[in-house]
Structures are given as structure tokens and as C-alpha cells.
């Protein structure tokens, strides 16, 4: 395993919480990236609003200390905060990534399955058997 990283989500105030936090923190936030950037999800309206939204960011504080943060999308439903935050765990290969998505999902809920993605990922992401999501990430 590479890394398990706090995943924030703020349901519309991330570049903002962000921007807060590297002001009382420092650091830098290494990558913003926006809906607008992503292709077309079935089902899913874009608005101009909603393009402009953070689909991911990534916040260095410094060399051990990340955090990576979304807004969500207005298509899915708003997370209620304190089931605003996930584990992001990187995986060193796509047979980690099984292994840890297996275990971590056994007795809880696949809430995205594995997969290929835009991103040239392999991910997906479930919520353990404690309560707790999970993102796991492979980058193929």
C-alpha cells in the first residue's frame, strides 16, 4: 500500500474549506480539477452551475500530510456532515486493490464498483462494515 489519504466532501464549499484551510495551514493545493473536465455521466445534468464544481482536488500540506476533497455533484444526494469524509487508500497494484476492496466490502456496501476509469484507474468504493467509505485507487 501506497498511502491512505482523508477524502473530504463539502457539498459545494471545497475550493473555499480548501483555500481556508492553506491559509491557516500553508501548503498548496496541487491539482483542482472540475466537472466541466470529466466526460458525460449517463443520467446526469450538467448545468453551468454544476460544471463548476469540484470533482477533485488535491491539498499538500507537506510531505506527510494530504488531503484530497470534492464538492459532490447535485445530482447525487448531498452527504450529511459527519459522513462527509472517506479513506482514499492507494493500492501499489490491481490484485492490492482486489484484496483491499474485498476485505474492506465484505459485511459493509459496494457503493461504486471496480473499475477502469477516465482517470486511467482502477477504482472503486464501498462503506465497511463499520461505517466507513472507502475509496480505493490504483493508477494503471
Known amino acids: 500500500m501506497k498511502s491512505i489519504i482523508p477524502y473530504l466532501t463539502f457539498n459545494g464549499k471545497a475550493e473555499e474549506a480548501l483555500n481556508h484551510y492553506k491559509s491557516i495551514l500553508g501548503g498548496e493545493i496541487i491539482s483542482l480539477n472540475r466537472f466541466s473536465e470529466a466526460p458525460p455521466m449517463d443520467g446526469v445534468e450538467m448545468t453551468e452551475e454544476s460544471k463548476n ?58 457503493t461504486m464498483p471496480l473499475e477502469e476509469t477516465f482517470w486511467n484507474a482502477y477504482f472503486g468504493m464501498c462503506e465497511d462494515k463499520f461505517g466507513v467509505n472507502c475509496m480505493i485507487n490504483f493508477d494503471l
Open 53 to 110: 464544481l469540484i470533482m477533485n482536488a488535491v491539498y499538500v500540506i507537506n510531505e506527510y500530510t494530504t488531503i484530497m476533497a470534492s464538492d459532490g455533484h447535485p445530482a447525487f444526494d448531498e452527504i450529511p456532515i459527519g459522513q462527509n469524509f472517506s479513506l482514499a487508500i492507494t493500492a501499489e497494484s490491481k490484485e492490492e486493490v482486489d484484496t483491499f476492496f474485498a476485505g474492506l466490502s465484505e459485511g459493509g456496501l459496494v
